[in-house]
């Protein structure tokens, strides 16, 4: 037994020698050192032996399995270090080649258009409130002077969900969430910004959801100038140092009176093209002083407060700045077309 156990240790060191990969060498354990294999069979024997050749032989069983273990281990290690060499070489990198550039984005212009109005009317004194997309009917509308009822209200124009719950059609509610908080005490001076939804088909001009800037003033001795001097201000930051207003009579259920404000065409300067269709003006927003029914309704005393109110498309404001001719395009993600603002 003693010579068969030295015959398997000299066959397995044998074989892990002459092992190429780690999968020769995992069989090599198996076939050797397994539960099944000859090493075992042979510990399996002992009871045949007298007491005195057992301790013998299982100790030379011992330092056989130890002998082809150790010698496997190291096999094992010698391979993986061979295996990770030559991935090494196959995957050399060359360091000295030049980067590749990566390729930067840049701001979207419905964002660019957005944030450079932020930027003016904070710089005017404005902070910049928000508030939910899934809005209630109450502040949807009725916060706002539109009762039920109101033509505003029919379904071809809202999203709703439930019939006191839709999406917000407007940012007005929340100039409305707004004059709560205040509690009665201006002043406010508040623009928001947002996207909103109405049940519209999508074409050139027109999408189911858009985006809206909407301003609000609320203190006392508010006047109709101050509307006109702001978006005087306005207008000529963002359409050229050249350009004027003008305001002409309009309706909304929330301001009274309420105005549509166009601004001198800044393609043709006002003698009149295409883009202006030959008026010499381009609509670009409407307002009004807000309603004392919406004052009221907030809290605050409509005989000693009082405010003005405007709302915008920043879409409708970034086709007129930028010639772009289909509303369609700053939804569709298309790089050719958002590449040509990178300056922007």
Known sequence: MQEQLLKLRDEALAQVQEATDL????????SYLGKKGPITEVLRGMGKLSPEERPKIGSLANEVREAIATEIAKKQQQLEQEEVEKKLSAETIDVTLPGRPSRMGNRHPLTAVIEEIEDLFIGMGYTVEEGPEVETDYYNFEALNLPKGHPARDMQDSFYITDEVLMRTHTSPVQARTLEKFKGQGPVKIICPGKVYRRDDDDATHSHQFTQIEGLVVDENIRMSDLKGTLEVFAKKMFGEDREIRLRPSFFPFTEPSVEVDVSCFSCGGDGC????????????????????????????????????????????????????DIRHFYTNDVRFLNQFKQA
């Not at 999968?23 to 198996?30: I, T, W």
């Open 274 to 325: 295409n883009v202006c269709k030959g008026t010499g003006w381009i609509e670009i927003l409407g307002a009004g002083m807000v309603h004392p029914n919406v004052l009221e309704m907030a809290g605050f005393d409509s005989k000693k407060y009082s405010g003005f109110a405007f709302g915008m498309g920043p879409e409708r404001i970034a086709m007129l700045k930028y010639g772009i001719d």
């Open 23 to 30: 999968k020769m060498v995992n069989q090599v354990r198996v």
